[in-house]
């Protein structure tokens, strides 16, 4: 390879690894990368030498040290970060660039836009649903006074750092700080409990939370939807993680004692972070190491045809109350960071094609289903979020719930019917984080559901979110902090009941009424937002919140983005 062929490609790997783990702002080809200079034809040529130059394993080494020398001259992140970034990903990532389907204008249409070619992987599979005629739909019948209850705990997106020191820098150079070793950018200390900024939390402060619920139930089970280490994904060693996963576990054992927990893997477990390669991955690439852990931390939790599939590919479900089955699901076998997807797209695992089949037994035999996973449908690769889709209008007289993580934000996302996308059947609940990254409150949920009786429907009746605030609890660094009500969405909403319908109508008021929507967005980030959310912002929030499927903005026709790239949620995970 030339020299210059060499920096190109180098500087190809730098980005794609760098980029998306890093706190930098800008498109992912950004032109002072120097790409605007970079041809169709040119691109497509380098990607092609990529492909071949990348099966000698001496250039492998080669292609790695141009991608630091890039990632320090372009100053993508902090030298150490660059180093210690491409050192972790360049063997997985390069191995699955080796054995991916990508064709040269895919790759280029991601780099250079659509003029050179067409991004989209696996637009065009769809899954096989049985040849049985779906139930006809019923709206929901509220249960009767008097009716039991239930409430279950809700916890994602812990984030645990282990090297958060009270007192450190809270703003910083690299992409996570208030860590002991964080290089300062501004006198601007981390505080006991957390900190406003790009930081993770302390273990005292997670302690603190569940010594809180501990006191706090009756809780009927806990669904906990991952994330559990932090954000140094530069630095983290699959040693670590599992250590992680130990403690965590441990502590919400300790805390929760007999309460049944049922959880569901996130992108943060994995080392590197998002590297969830399908069950086709054999040998020291597999997630085999993480998978059969996590079943060793949790059989304590689940039955035994649960911990298989778990092992197997990250995914289970079992049945947790009389008429109730839970289904968690792997989402990173839709997530657009997971590079490994590369090499399968096509419902990776058969995971969906597993759920349709769950489904249907569950719908055959009279049962209600709560789906949990980490990453909300909506932020999928879009293939794998229209099927999903699909699966949820086809089974939506047994589909319950839906509950999900990942954003860090208190949100959700409606799912309409397919023929005229006009009557919702479904949400998405999608819960705030117990991180405070970025500029949050640390955070709990509580779901009211319909309890435990003869033809209960087990939706969700209300829910509460409960938080820390961290203005007032580092005032007094050594008193029990308090973790209050924030708020109930039914009452602060003024919603007559939690069906499909109540939050169309939600965003429907939402537009109609502005006082109600900052009201939203003051929730949305846990009860600590700096901006007003106005004009593009408000249109992006309330096309999101319309759209439980990737890249559609059918449901958005009456606001400004019809026919515009849509506006992104905020990525903090």
Same mark, same amino acid.
């Given at each position: ?12 790997l730098?980005l ?20 605007? @200079? ?31 020398k ?84 809700f916890?994602?997106d ?12 809270a ?11 964080? $290089?300062?950018?501004?006198? @601007?200390?981390?505080?006991?409990? +957390? ?19 501990? $006191?706090? +139930?009756p ?8 994330d ?17 996963? /130990? ?11 007999p ?6 893997v ?7 972070? @998002? ?33 298989? $599939? ?30 490994w ?93 117990? *991180? ?25 009746l209300?829910?509460? $979110? ?25 009452? /602060? ?25 900052? *009201? ?28 439980g ?17 849509a ?7």
């Open positions: 390879m030339t020299h210059r062929m060499l920096w190109y490609i180098g500087g190809l730098a794609l690894v760098v980029w998306p783990y890093s706190t930098g702002q800008g498109p992912l080809m950004d032109m002072r990368y120097g790409w605007s @200079n970079v041809t169709c034809s040119t691109c497509k040529a380098l990607v092609i030498a990529l492909d071949i130059s990348l099966q000698v394993e001496s250039n492998m080494e080669l292609v790695a040290e141009v991608a630091v890039v990632c320090k001259t372009l100053h993508l992140e902090e030298e150490g970060v660059c180093q210690q970034v491409v050192e972790l990903f360049k063997h997985e990532m390069i191995t699955a660039w080796v054995m991916s389907v990508l064709r040269p204008s895919e790759v280029c249409g991601l780099l250079l836009g659509r003029d050179c070619g067409h991004w989209d992987i696996g637009s065009e599979w769809n899954i096989t649903l049985p040849p049985v005629p779906k139930p006809p739909a019923h709206p929901p019948v509220p249960p009767q006074p008097g009716s039991p209850v239930s409430r279950v705990l916890l994602t812990i984030h645990w750092d282990h090297s958060y020191s009270p007192g450190s820098p703003t910083c150079k690299e992409p996570l700080c208030c860590r002991n070793h964080s $290089t300062s950018s501004s006198h @601007n200390p981390s505080g006991y409990w +957390g900190e406003y900024s790009t930081c993770d939390l302390p273990l005292h402060t997670i302690e603190s939370l569940l010594q809180h619920v501990s $006191t706090n +139930g809780f009927e089970r806990v669904y906990w939807t991952g559990i280490p932090a954000h140094n994904v530069w630095e983290q060693t699959r040693s670590q993680q599992l250590g992680a996963l /130990t403690i965590i576990t441990g502590l919400i054992k300790k805390y929760l004692g309460v049944p927990v049922y959880p569901a996130g992108n943060h477990e994995s080392a590197p972070v @998002n590297s969830f390669p399908p069950p086709s991955v054999y040998g020291n690439l597999s997630s085999g190491w993480l998978y059969h852990a996590m079943a060793q931390e949790w059989q304590g939790w689940l039955p035994h045809p649960a911990l298989e $599939t778990l092992r197997t590919a990250g995914f289970y479900t079992t049945r947790i109350a009389p008429g109730l089955r839970l289904v968690s699901l792997n989402m990173n076998f839709c997530a657009i960071e997971n590079f997807l590369l090499i399968n797209y096509t419902d990776p695992a058969g995971q969906l094609q597993w759920l349709v089949g769950v489904l249907q037994d569950a719908e055959n035999n009279h049962e209600k289903v709560h789906i949990i996973g980490h990453i909300p449908p909506g932020l999928c690769l879009k293939s794998w979020s229209w099927n999903y889709y699909r699966i949820v209008s086809r089974y939506e007289g047994t589909i319950a719930a839906q509950f999900f993580g990942h954003t860090h934000l208190d949100e959700f996302e409606i799912f309409y019917d397919e023929e005229t996308l006009s009557r919702p059947l479904s949400v998405a609940f999608i819960a705030p984080s117990v *991180t405070t990254f970025i500029n949050l409150n640390p955070g709990f949920r509580v779901y009211l559901v319909d309890g435990e009786y003869p033809e209960s429907s087990h939706v969700v209300d829910h509460e $979110t409960y938080i820390l605030n961290l203005t007032e609890a580092n005032k007094k660094p050594q008193e029990k902090p308090q973790w209050i009500l924030l708020y109930s969405a039914l009452r /602060t909403y003024g919603m007559k009941s939690a069906y499909p319908s109540d939050w169309e109508d939600l965003v429907q008021r939402f537009l109609r009424d502005d006082q109600l929507f900052q *009201t939203f967005w003051y929730l949305y980030h846990k009860g600590h937002v700096g901006e007003v959310c106005q004009e593009s912002c408000k249109t992006g929030v309330i096309c999101a919140l319309r759209t499927r990737s890249s559609d903005l059918r449901l958005c026709k009456d606001l400004d983005v019809y026919g515009k790239p506006q992104k949620r905020k990525s903090l995970c």
